[in-house]
């Protein structure tokens, strides 16, 4: 039976509040980083109560040079807190760059070529259409009287998905998936394509007013879910905004890791989370990852178990730097009596190397080097 899913709620800056989180503790984070230039971050956090003077420095209101490196640092933290077999799904758009005469800086291609540096590479790139344009901007003539050519800003309607993977994650999610995890095949038939239109947010104005300025699409994110992870998994969101991707999480009975650098979203998230009956805790309460066993080839009749440790960068084994047991003395006895000589350390201890590499031989083809 599966677990009552968990709100694991941090408040601060990811690249931070992330090293609190054991190594390889999720297999999925599903976010949407922070929209350079295009969103008025300060000023739907003073909505929200944070107040005239509660500006702080936001990603998403940072130069070029800025956003870039915060994002890098964050992505430095997410990797190591996501398995060696993790999915990492990120909604990112297109960026107007100040006082370039209108050239575009394409961030999608950015992150891709960032998440390829920690080892993750393109599963699916899909198109987000919005039915409402989201942003400082509207599309419309500069000026009113100037309708000619070289005047048109055009809406910023559509973002795209990049849903990337590291190591086997589909050889894992077929393995570990029950049949409570199967999807509604008639409701998945609009996202088994790679253009989703995302649904009319259905907000009231004091939602708008009081609200994030850009919550997640709750139909994508949950898509994002069921296709990417199981029942009872740990998702990240590093930028969690008002929270959807946890909310969502807890319907379809999975945990959240959550991060989010406005105390005012993040006290709109934890009032979301608490009356949906979800139980919050702080991120320090992540538990390390379950170590698995591995199982030694008969053939050879190695003695002992070895135990994975699953970490970010490195999945072979500690155990497997064991003591010399009885076990190998007598395979020792056995060849040295064969071949009629004498049993000395070195030979005993051959067969404890040939154990250790032997297991370390099966934790690469299992979880890779």
Not at 5 to 27: E, F, H, M, N, Q
Not at 302 to 331: N, V, W
Request: hydrophobic share 45%.
């Amino acid at each position: 039976m599966t677990a009552a899913p968990i709100c694991y709620l941090g408040i601060g800056d990811a690249a931070d509040v992330l090293r609190d989180v054991p190594a390889g503790s999720a297999p999925l984070c599903v976010s949407s980083p922070p929209y350079l230039g295009l969103i008025d971050y300060h000023a739907a956090a003073r909505n929200v109560g944070s107040g005239r003077d509660g500006r702080i420095w936001h990603a998403g209101d940072a130069s070029v040079v800025e956003y870039l490196d915060a994002m890098t640092a964050v992505m430095g933290q997410l990797h190591r807190v996501l398995a060696r077999d993790a999915i990492l799904a990120l909604e990112v758009g297109d960026v107007r760059v100040p006082r370039s005469g209108g050239s575009m800086l394409p961030l999608p291609d950015w992150w891709l070529s960032l998440c390829e540096g920690f080892g993750f590479r393109l599963l699916e790139r899909i198109s987000l259409v919005r039915p409402l344009a989201l942003g400082r901007r509207s599309g419309h003539f500069k000026r009113p009287a100037q309708n000619r050519p070289g005047y048109a800003l055009l809406d910023t309607v559509s973002s795209t998905l990049l849903v990337m993977g590291r190591g086997d994650p589909h050889t894992r999610l077929r393995d570990r998936s029950r049949p409570a995890d199967a999807i509604d095949v008639i409701w998945a038939e609009r996202f088994l394509r790679s253009m989703w239109t995302t649904a009319r947010p259905a907000r009231t104005t004091l939602d708008r007013l009081s609200g994030h300025p850009v919550p997640s699409d709750a139909e994508t994110v949950r898509a994002l879910l069921r296709f990417y992870s199981c029942r009872g998994d740990l998702v990240v969101d590093p930028f969690a905004g008002s929270g959807t991707v946890g909310r969502i999480a807890a319907e379809e009975a999975r945990s959240s890791l959550l991060v989010e650098r406005e105390p005012p979203f993040a006290h709109l998230t934890c009032d979301v989370m608490q009356s949906a009956g979800v139980a919050i805790a702080p991120v320090n309460a992540v538990r390390a990852p379950r170590r698995s066993v591995l199982q030694p080839s008969a053939q050879l009749a190695l003695p002992l178990p070895a135990i994975l440790e699953h970490q970010a960068r490195r999945a072979f084994l500690r155990s497997a730097r064991g003591d010399i047991t009885p076990r190998h003395r007598e395979m020792a006895q056995r060849l040295a009596a064969e071949c009629g000589v004498a049993v000395s350390p070195e030979l005993v201890g051959l067969f404890l190397r040939v154990e250790r590499a032997h297991v370390a031989a099966v934790g690469r083809a299992r979880y890779g080097a």
